[in-house]
């Protein structure tokens, strides 16, 4: 039998981490209580269930914490596995496909991850800020590779479904709307990425991204300064 | 032959001395899977290595019948998947919360030493001064979270019939650098994280460990020759 337990997510609405989660659990159809965490003053439910590093997403199932999205989306997968009535898979079933599916979500964490914290949070300067962008373009066009060799012609990294690949980037595309319009030019660019550009397109058109994967680049510019001032009166 | 090798069913691009790729070895080791290990030059890599790898171009990669695997965790979730009858690291997933949870704890705790431990004992032999002395508090911190995480267990848990599981297979190659961690960074892994020392001599003992992880000199000697290359004192 699934997970029997209440869901709770502890969240923050504009986190590529916490918005991969929420995509899952609304791909699985899992009605679960948000909870949006102030990251300046963070819960005591936060800091007693991710003790190491803190942060959100923390994922609740009856009231046991799983933290870090990677493994609260696979956990979530393995609890809830495809199937049952329709429900779509996140994982790929076969060993070596499940492989490769890890190792690109590896690569997006591990790369673009950097590149974004360094354009939003990390830059001082315009020319720091370059370098972050060339970054994260590289990477980006990296995956446009990435996304022929896992889709196989098929809409998503996934196939025919969303996938882990696809949650895993996908959870970025909000801030990303936001670095085009401070950066003035697409970082997922129709000219250098086409692929990406339409992948970008059709998952934030699904059903699981509504509502979760931000739009609104004027709001989350905004909410920037707030997290800004929350690391510099955390740096004193 | 190049050729003959890739059709071999295991093959393993490795570098000695390297946790990553050790993990590997004692997974398979500890699965009974027979495996041909190939050590590679990383001042000139094989085309094998650049062809199998594009992206990282690093070690370990794993070939299963010419296909790559890269990414040491990666790889030994792929050996638990791909050879479901040999024994498991991970508890195998059967759609119950309390093995998906102790499936998330192993990634969770397997990810953390990932993050942590490899970067900051290169700091703590590449750095002196007070960045060094940071990254001593630092890793002294680290060995007490993993301690308090193994916790009074004989192992870190998951793996079969009481085995190693995931979390040891991916920390215990870590445990031939402790002596390094300690000369570079005058601490004791005993004082400070007497049940994780405790843990590694109990790793020690163990055949596919014991056979597939260097000498606590040896790494001591490799990081002296990295020193010395990188013009540290």
Redesign the interface.
């Known amino acids: 039998m ?4 209440e869901l709770k997510l502890l969240g923050v609405w504009s986190s590529p981490y916490a918005i991969r989660v929420r995509v899952v659990l609304n791909l699985k159809s899992l009605p679960y209580e948000y909870v949006e965490e102030n990251l300046g003053d963070k819960s005591d439910l936060l800091l007693a269930s991710n003790p ?1 590093y803190k942060s959100v997403p923390v994922l609740l ?2 009231g ?1 914490p ?3 999205s ?3 989306v ?2 979530i997968d ?4 495809g199937g049952a009535g329709g429900r779509p898979s996140v994982m790929p079933s076969d ?2 496909e ?2 490769v599916a ?2 690109w979500a ?2 997006v964490d591990d790369k673009v991850r950097p590149a974004w914290l360094a354009i939003l949070f990390g830059s001082k300067t315009e020319e720091e800020r370059a370098v972050a962008v060339a970054q994260a373009v590289a990477a980006l066009e ?1 995956l446009e590779g990435a996304f022929g060799e896992c889709s196989k012609g098929k809409p998503f990294f996934g196939g025919d479904g969303v996938g882990f690949v696809d949650v895993v980037l996908g959870g970025y595309l909000g801030w990303f709307t936001a670095i085009d319009k401070l950066i003035g030019r697409r970082l997922i660019d129709p000219a250098r990425t086409p692929a990406l550009a339409a992948w970008e397109e059709r998952f934030r058109a699904t059903d699981a991204a509504k509502g979760v994967v931000p739009d609104d680049a004027d709001k989350l510019l905004e909410f920037r300064q707030t997290l800004l001032g929350w690391s510099a009166s955390k740096a004193k | 032959m190049a050729a003959a090798a890739e059709e071999k069913e295991l093959v393993l691009l490795d570098f000695w001395v390297s946790p990553f790729g050790q993990r590997c070895r004692i997974a398979m080791a500890e699965k009974g899977l027979e495996f041909e290990y190939r050590e590679e030059d990383l001042g000139n890599k094989s085309d094998l290595l650049l062809r199998s790898n594009p ?1 990282h171009k690093k070690i370990p990669v794993l070939l ?1 019948a010419g ?1 790559p ?3 040491s965790l ?2 030994l ?2 050996l638990d ?2 050879f479901p009858d040999t024994p498991h690291l991970l508890p195998p ?1 059967n ?3 309390d ?3 102790a ?2 704890r192993a ?2 705790w397997a ?2 030493v990932d993050k942590k431990l490899y970067d900051c004992g290169s700091r703590l032999w590449r750095l002196k001064g007070e960045p060094q002395a940071a990254a001593r508090r630092e890793m002294v911190e680290i060995l007490r ?1 993993l301690e308090a995480e193994l916790g009074d267990g004989e192992f870190f848990g998951g793996g079969e019939g009481g085995r190693l599981g995931f979390v040891d297979v991916a920390l215990v190659p870590f445990t031939a650098w402790f002596y390094s961690y300690e000369r570079c960074g005058g601490f004791s892994v005993e004082e400070v994280a007497p049940k994780l020392a405790a843990w590694a001599r109990r790793c020690g003992q163990i055949d596919s460990v014991a056979k597939h992880l260097p000498s606590p000199e040896k790494v001591y000697d490799f990081i002296a020759v990295l020193k010395k290359k990188y013009g540290v004192e």
Do not use: K, L, M
Request: glycine share 6%; hydrophobic share 35%; net charge positive.
């Open positions: 699934a997970g029997s337990g190491v199932h009856g046991r799983v933290n870090e990677q493994v609260i696979q956990y393995e609890v809830w596995p060993p070596y499940r492989a890890r190792f590896a690569y990296t | 992206v299963h296909r695997v890269c990414e990666i790889i979730q792929y998947d791909a997933a759609s119950s919360s093995a998906a949870y499936r998330a990634r969770f990810d953390y979270t």
